[in-house]
T-cell receptor, first 116, second 113 residues
């Protein structure tokens, strides 16, 4: 069975600085997808960024980028130039490529507070 | 487009009561999902559907039933609510499985006394 672990329950960062959220996962699969979702205080879950395991190049989306280390089974999220609107809970998630059912396995979440 | 909507937003039940949570999407998505979110545990998949008329069990299906009679709607039922089902419930939908983005509803907060 796959598991996803986010070891940082809470983090804080000053506005305009950079912060990195950690995520590790356990799987015997060779091909899979990894995601970071954001849940702001409104509770609406929003996809931030995603990565396919067979792609070595790290995904980037504007101020958001990932550091994907397949051998270490690590998938960290870097937020550059943090903004107050980045305050949210962030979830790392895993999906098997082979299932095609869309079943996501989520980590426990990291609450990020961006301070002015 | 409204995206994914959930009804109701908040509900209080007594132990043993039943209720149905409604999820609706207007994006013509084939796949729909029900998750529950509990403190310190992230989101866990309850049931999902890969098309109209189909349903399947997720990680934590016990105590819940679902139906997908219409493509745009996915219903989650609690036949006999228990305090352990106090949670925030999220519905999501996607065009297909795998790489496709899942779009989430705003959530339903359920309190079972």
């Amino acid at each position: 069975a796959q598991t996803v672990t986010q070891s940082q329950p809470e983090m804080s960062v000053q506005e305009a600085e950079t912060v990195t959220l950690s995520c590790t996962y356990d799987t015997s699969e060779n091909n899979y997808y990894l995601f970071w979702y954001k849940q702001p205080p409104s509770r609406q879950m929003i996809l931030v960024i995603r990565q396919e395991a067979y792609k070595q190049q790290n995904a980037t989306e504007n101020r958001f980028s990932v550091n994907f280390q397949k051998a270490a089974k690590s998938f960290s999220l870097k937020i550059s130039d943090s903004q107050l609107g980045d305050t949210a809970m962030y979830f790392c998630a895993f999906m098997k490529h082979s299932s095609n059912t869309g079943k996501l396995i989520f980590g426990q979440g990291t609450t990020l507070q961006v301070k002015p | 487009n409204a995206g994914v909507t959930q009804t109701p937003k908040f509900r209080v039940l007594k132990t043993g009561q039943s209720m149905t949570l409604l999820c609706a999407q207007d994006m013509n998505h084939e796949y729909m999902y029900w998750y529950r979110q509990d403190p310190g545990m992230g989101l866990r998949l309850i049931h999902y559907s890969v098309g109209e008329g189909t349903t399947a069990k997720g990680e934590v299906p016990d105590g819940y039933n679902v139906s997908r009679l219409k493509k745009q709607n996915f219903l989650l039922g609690l036949e006999s609510a228990a305090p352990s089902q106090t949670s925030v419930y999220f519905c999501a939908s996607s065009h297909s499985g795998g790489w496709e983005t899942q779009y989430f509803g705003p959530g339903t907060r359920l309190l079972v006394l």
